[in-house]
């Protein structure tokens, strides 16, 4: 048996039905598993499926079994309880779809007598193609119950999937790890195969299960649980003492090619040291504050800053440092100099800063303080002054419990010493000039939506993207092919959250910008939500009676926490005339001041059945404003009078607007335009206008509480300014069909 084998042996587990009685009456061997951390076992949700529903709520128990290393050199059989802690997709999404289990398809069980197993180590990012594997569970498919194991490597992806190609998965292996022959790292979870080739889960999906209820608590135990069981074991030898089959992880990766000095400044030692630090930390509150220091980090070291954000679902500060792997400084034609140990070793004080300074409250201040000692320990003998420099300032002011932070002392894991330079490397000369706490502000993420104009069979194609620093694009999701008006909601839900997810960090809430046609400009996208609504609304915001588990963000209309506003997908796509600028600058410098946008008094509101005047019937009144006038409309803006004035304004610059777009009694429309001309005051100027319009939106949510304030109305915005490059403005179209034959 392979060395490979040998250490994946005791971790591996197989799944079945319990042999007391109250079992299912399914089959009692159900599929593979492996341990990810004491006590924790992963698996395929379709594998933990096979005990039913009662087992898939965590109601009913399942058999777990393993193999424990004898002092007769052998191996012997150990069983425990396990109780399946969260699945995606639930049992009930699996039969919805005839017992298609889609993916993530993960599971994490909770198995009882397993706190002393060996576990597995988790990949910190995702594998690419050709990437050697095995594939390791248990099988019986010889006819035996017994270990299978072999070979193959990645051929590719296939939407969430990995693909397998050598070696392929058989009967039992689902659930059982696959394992990248590089580094020693589980890269995926066995879930099944095709005709030619097989399908694995990418371990990374595990954020997913995040999401769940109860999700982030649990799994944000089991990957502390995983690292620190990773670091007990390097730091006390006498745990794997009494069998020397079971060799430490880390010791073993250590000799892999992946981790040789030429491949990776980052050794497996520190890699463990560092993740079990991060371990004792409170968690990002999400992928945009992970993602934001990783950039910033790149910038730093590199020298210049990349054109886009990398778009990663990384949910934990480990995945942030896997990002930085590898990584190598850019230069033309290719190559660089190695740099990952100098952005990990920077990443990683980013993170004890930003802890201190913003969370301080939910970390054991003696771990924060051996943390911040490491991380000096670990740069104050780095081979380029500058790097150690940059890292001590961002270190001073950090308070430890430990005593003064000593900068003198050499790395603490570093077997080739504090100066060593890894093969192939050349001093950096550009090197990092050491931020001056406070540090700068980070870089702004928004989200552009564009709906674009829409096709011959009224469905309108769709884009996500990400704007990061006010500049750069990085596109999230797409569809040329479109939906109906009536689907954007529910379609656009998933990437809108995967979108915001990667723009929110510290302080900072991402703005939504959506690029509308004129006719759907009275979409309520500023009342949609990231979740749907629970059967009955059970458990929404707003609910008293509710639980507080139950209260999410992202029930939440995105009105309410965030800025969200229309812009014109057809004006965008072409160079700003004049009289648009000219109109931004006014209403950029203010005081903003309330119009009317047909032209006439606000008094006479907006008539029911108004239809239009004829063509340009409002444009010489909307030219003839004040720059720093707001044209304002008691009345949607998709059709009729709406529109055709909406169009006019457009034609004459006008680049923020305010207008109803629910319908309504006439005798309202009064009462809608005092509240708009009160909101423009308090605006002042068009940067200005983001608090009261989210603050008025809050008051008109709730029906007593707008009664109250005397407000009524569903409040829309253009917020359309000509300064930015025209994002996105490519046509949205499906490709042509081929020709016969071609």
Not at 35 to 64: D, N, Q, Y
Not at 320 to 341: E, F, H, I, K, N
Not at 396 to 422: K, L, M, W
């Amino acid at each position: 048996m392979s060395a490979f084998a040998e250490m994946v042996r005791p971790s591996l587990a197989r799944i079945g039905a319990p042999g007391d009685g109250y079992a299912t009456d399914r089959d009692p061997y159900w599929g593979s598993g492996f341990f990810i951390a004491p006590g924790w076992l992963l698996t395929c949700a379709h594998v933990v499926g096979k005990g039913g529903a009662a087992v898939c709520r965590g109601e009913s128990a399942m058999s777990v079994t393993w193999l424990e290393r004898t002092r007769a050199d052998g191996w012997a059989e150990r069983t425990g309880t396990g109780t399946a802690r969260l699945l995606a997709p639930g049992l009930e999404a699996a039969q919805a779809v005839r017992d298609r289990w889609s993916f993530p398809d993960l599971a994490l069980v909770r198995v009882s007598g397993a706190d002393d197993v060996p576990c597995l180590w988790l990949a910190d990012r995702e594998a690419g193609p050709r990437t050697p594997v095995g594939l390791y569970g248990w099988s019986v498919q010889t006819g035996e119950l017994g270990i299978r194991h072999g070979d193959g490597e990645i051929a590719g992806a296939d939407a969430r999937a990995l693909l397998l190609t050598g070696s392929l998965p058989v009967g039992g292996l689902s659930g059982g790890p696959v394992l990248d022959l590089r580094h020693g790292s589980v890269i995926g979870v066995i879930k099944g195969r095709r005709t030619e080739d097989g399908v694995a889960v990418p371990v990374t999906a595990l954020s997913e299960l995040l999401d769940l209820r109860d999700g982030g608590r649990t799994v944000r135990e089991v990957l502390r649980a995983h690292d620190l069981h990773h670091l007990r074991r390097l730091e006390d030898s006498s745990l794997s003492a009494p069998f020397p089959a079971y060799p430490d992880w880390t010791a073993f990766q250590a000799e892999l090619p992946g981790h040789a000095p030429s491949v990776t400044g980052i050794g497996a030692e520190l890699r463990t040291r560092l993740y079990g630090h991060l371990a004792h930390l409170p968690p990002p509150a999400g992928a945009g504050e992970v993602v934001h220091l990783v950039e910033d980090v790149k910038e730093q070291v590199r020298g210049e800053r990349l054109l886009s954000l990398v778009l990663r679902n990384v949910r934990t500060w480990r995945e942030g440092a896997g990002l930085l792997s590898g990584l190598r400084t850019l230069q033309p034609g290719g190559g660089g100099t190695l740099v990952d140990l100098d952005a990990v070793l920077l990443y990683a004080a980013k993170v004890a800063r930003k802890t201190a300074w913003e969370r301080a409250d939910e970390v054991d201040p003696a771990r924060l303080g051996a943390f911040t000692s490491w991380i000096a320990g670990q740069a104050a003998g780095h081979r380029h002054w500058a790097v150690g420099e940059a890292i001590r300032a961002l270190l001073e002011g950090i308070d430890n419990p430990q005593g003064p932070i000593d900068h003198r002392q050499g790395p603490i894991d570093n077997p080739q010493g504090p100066s060593a330079t890894r093969e192939g490397e050349e001093p950096l000369v550009s090197e990092l000039p050491p931020p001056q706490p406070p540090a700068s502000p980070a870089a702004r993420t928004d989200v552009l939506v564009k709906v674009g104009a829409p096709m011959y069979d009224g469905r309108y194609p769709w884009s996500v993207q990400l704007i990061y620093d006010g500049r750069d694009v990085t596109p999230v999701a797409a569809d040329d092919r479109g939906v109906r008006a009536d689907e954007l909601a529910r379609v656009l839900r998933e990437p809108l959250a995967r979108a915001l997810s990667q723009g929110d960090h510290g302080e900072h809430l991402a703005a939504i910008e959506v690029f509308l046609p004129r006719r759907l400009f009275d979409l309520p996208v500023d009342e949609w939500q990231l979740l749907p609504e629970p059967p009955g609304g059970e458990g929404t915001v707003g609910d008293e009676d509710a639980e507080d588990e139950f209260v999410d963000e992202r029930a939440m209309p995105l009105g309410m926490r965030r800025t969200v506003v229309v812009r014109d997908v057809r004006r965008n796509a072409q160079a700003p005339s004049p009289e648009w600028r000219r109109r931004w600058n006014g209403v950029r410098k203010g005081p903003l001041t309330a119009e009317t946008l047909h032209g006439r008094p606000a008094a006479d509101g907006h008539p029911p059945g108004a239809r239009p005047g004829g063509r340009f019937a409002y444009y010489g009144a909307l030219t003839g404003m004040a720059d720093e006038g707001v044209p304002v409309y008691c009345g949607p803006v998709g059709g009729g009078e709406g529109l055709a004035a909406m169009n006019d304004a457009l034609r004459a610059g006008h680049s923020v607007v305010l207008w109803r777009r629910d319908r309504h009694d006439h005798e309202e429309c009064g009462a809608f335009h005092r509240q708009a001309a009160d909101l423009l005051k308090a605006a002042r100027h068009a940067s200005g206008l983001r608090g009261p319009v989210r603050d008025l939106r809050i008051r008109l949510a709730d029906a007593d509480t707008a009664r109250g304030y005397g407000l009524c109305g569903k409040v829309a915005v253009l917020f359309d300014p000509p300064e930015r490059p025209p994002f996105g403005a490519e046509a949205m179209r499906p490709p042509p069909q081929a020709a016969p034959g071609g």
